[in-house]
């Protein structure tokens, strides 16, 4: 089993800035690549940035240029740097493990863009 825990939420104003944590531990040895998701109310999740083992990033095209997806493996820690952020970036943000024969959520954490 892989937990996953996320903090660095909270409430900023347009063209502020926040940086996500995410913790993982337990069987972490599983895990092939990690990412950040979204939910904002009324719609569906999104991948909004992942990042493999190796480090390499992707993001949606909403964020690219404003996201930075990063990893300290001694830490076993993932961060997403939101810069510039937006009204439509609020959201519950969730980190997310993919395993070998399965996937890992955590619990989420709240942003709010303030315009």
């Known amino acids: 089993q892989v937990q996953l825990v996320e903090s660095g939420g909270g409430l900023v104003q347009a063209g502020g800035s926040l940086r996500l944590s995410c913790a993982a531990s337990g069987s972490i040895f599983s895990i092939a690549a990690m990412g950040w998701y979204r939910q904002a109310p009324g719609k569906q999740r999104e991948l909004v940035a992942g990042?493999?083992?190796?480090?390499?990033?992707s993001y949606a095209d909403s964020v690219k240029g404003r996201f930075t997806i990063s990893r300290d493996n001694a830490k076993n820690t993932i961060y997403l740097q939101m810069n510039s952020l937006k009204p439509e970036d609020t959201a519950v943000y969730y980190c997310?493990?993919?395993?070998?024969?399965?996937?890992?959520w955590g619990q989420g954490t709240q942003v709010t863009v303030s315009s």
């Open positions: 997310k493990g993919w395993g070998r024969s399965q996937s890992y």
């Open positions: 990042i493999t083992n190796g480090g390499s990033p």
